[in-house]
């Protein structure tokens, strides 16, 4: 079984900045690509930043700028530093990670979420 635990969330007055981390732990044989999404109260989940094994980054036209993702393959680890936060970026924010479980087998893998709040 793999999890992902993120961490880093709170409540931050728009113009702040937070650090969210996501760590992936089990039975892992290596992680392809890993990213973030958010989910606001009443809206569908969201993109925000995906970056592969080798650094291929993509983000959401609303967080460029803004937002840096960035990962440690040795910790199956991944990060999003958020900047300039607007209230628009409240939501709760979830890891996605694309696991390798066996020779032939990869999986996606959510976390539970971390709420990020934005006050205006």
């Known amino acids: 079984q793999v999890q992902l635990v993120e961490s880093g969330g709170g409540l931050v007055q728009a113009g702040g900045s937070l650090r969210l981390s996501c760590a992936a732990s089990?039975?892992?044989?290596?992680?392809?690509?890993m990213g973030w999404y958010r989910q606001a109260p009443g809206k569908q989940r969201e993109l925000v930043a995906t970056?592969?094994?080798?650094?291929?980054?993509n983000y959401a036209d609303s967080v460029k700028g803004r937002f840096t993702i960035s990962r440690d393959n040795a910790k199956n680890a991944v990060y999003l530093q958020t900047n300039s936060l607007k209230p628009e970026d409240t939501a709760v924010y979830y890891c996605?990670?694309?696991?390798?479980?066996?020779?032939?087998?990869?999986?996606?893998?959510w976390g539970q979420g971390t709420q990020v709040t934005v006050s205006s």
């Open positions: 996605k990670a694309n696991v390798r479980v066996s020779i032939l087998e990869f999986r996606d893998y």
């Open positions: 089990g039975r892992i044989f290596s992680i392809g690509a």
């Open positions: 970056i592969t094994y080798g650094g291929v980054i």
